[in-house]
């Protein structure tokens, strides 16, 4: 007698992704949990991405004007979020929230998920989205903002996956279930520098990259720069949605792009992560350094937050307490005075130990265990 598969087969899990933005366009997405897809996959995980955002909002929403547009966007997204907790949430095991499943208001559908169906939850974060961080673009919805709804999520959750320490320990008031889940560099099908060779230059180029909302980062660096400018003949290059303008001889703009994204970094011969100490850049996941590393560019750092934990000075990067350590740093980079391929090659190592997508998909899948 053939034994029945079904009775012997595990029954498939069943993982609904309530995300804020579509598929393949957010960095926070990408590279915390899209990218783990195939391993979901291979263990025979189901699973179902429902953004709140449409494409058309999403590509409108940050620029300004549309204002009518923009509001029918976020309104049929809290139409399709009732639908689906509605209708859709009871046919699944889990409901994966990345930051929120609704960007204003309380956590209604957080709640209804939990606690009258019963869903395992699964919150997950990467920055410290418990504090309010108003920007010029964001300013009017932050006063709809429920800041608060995170601690609340936390401790109805059956797990919470979080991106460093420093949000652990937020989480760990609310939920003893509390998951170090770093955000992770694919070192093997993305940030591999053998899959792309470097670009001839004239100049060493030192490079930034990130989002609009991370610029003001930058300004306390160009002091530096252009004591450095003086000195020697580089080129700073910026890679983001926007255009700083800095007031850099050196500066030059390159609008980011998915489709050249690496091939972009791959141009930086020295990449450079400032940031404040503050409570708000504590949150942050060094992505920024994670990627120059992955791609073995010798990477400064501010000592914030989980940097100090990426950045072993002076063996796999440097880690800048003042603008003096940053001139200092940099100059012996620009000088050639640091080996800085042997800096770059260990700093790949470093990724590919404890940042990388093979290194991390244990943890990731213990999500659902």
């Known amino acids: 007698m053939v034994p029945d598969e079904s009775l012997t087969m595990p029954k ?26 195939l391993a979901l996959d291979q263990h025979h995980i189901d699973y179902k991405l429902a953004p709140f955002l449409d494409d058309h909002t999403w590509r409108i929403l940050y620029h300004p004007g549309k204002v009518v547009a923009k509001a029918w966007g976020i309104l049929k997204g809290f139409l ?27 956590p209604v559908f957080e709640w209804m998920a939990a606690k009258i ?16 961080n108003t920007s010029e673009q964001n300013k009017i919805a932050a006063g709809l903002k429920w800041h608060q709804k995170v601690g609340s999520i936390c401790q109805w959750a059956w797990k919470v996956s979080c991106g ?8 760990a008031q609310f939920n003893k279930q509390v998951v170090h889940n770093p955000t992770t560099i694919d070192t093997v099908h993305l940030h591999n520098p053998y899959l792309y ?53 050196s500066f030059s703009f390159r609008k980011w792009s998915k489709e050249t994204e690496i091939a972009d970094l791959r141009y930086f011969d ?38 100090t934990e990426i950045i072993e000075h002076g063996v ?37 130990a404890r940042y990388s997508v093979n290194s991390n998909t244990r943890t990731f899948l213990s999500l659902f265990d």
Request: include cysteine; aromatic fraction near 14%; glycine fraction near 6%.
């Open 117 to 132: 169906w019963r869903k395992k939850l699964i919150y997950d974060f990467d920055d410290a989205i418990w504090l309010a």
């Open 164 to 171: 460093n320490r420093y949000l652990c320990q937020y989480a």
């Open 197 to 249: 060779p470097q670009q001839q230059k004239q100049k060493i180029v030192i490079g930034w990259t990130g989002t609009h909302s991370t610029m003001p980062y930058l300004l306390p660096l160009v002091p530096v720069l252009q004591r450095l400018e003086e000195q020697f003949d580089f080129e700073f290059c910026v890679i983001s949605n926007q255009n700083p303008e800095l007031p850099l001889k």
């Open 12 to 37: 498939k899990k069943k993982v609904l992704f309530w995300i804020p933005y579509p598929p393949g366009e957010a960095p926070s997405q990408r590279f915390r949990f899209e990218q783990y897809f």
């Open 270 to 307: 020295i990449g450079v992560m400032p940031l404040t100490d503050d409570k708000w850049a504590k949150g942050k996941c060094g992505f920024k350094a994670l990627q120059y590393m992955s791609l073995e560019v010798p990477t400064l750092v501010s000592p914030v937050g989980v940097n």
């Open 316 to 352: 796999n990067g440097y880690i800048c307490s003042s603008q003096e350590e940053w001139e200092t740093y940099l100059r012996q980079l620009l000088e050639g005075s640091t080996n800085s391929k042997t800096l770059g090659m260990v700093a790949r190592e470093t990724v590919e």
């Open 80 to 106: 399709k979020r009732l639908w689906q907790v509605l209708a859709v949430v009871p046919q699944y095991d889990f409901v994966f929230v990345h930051r929120e499943a609704a960007p204003l208001g309380p």
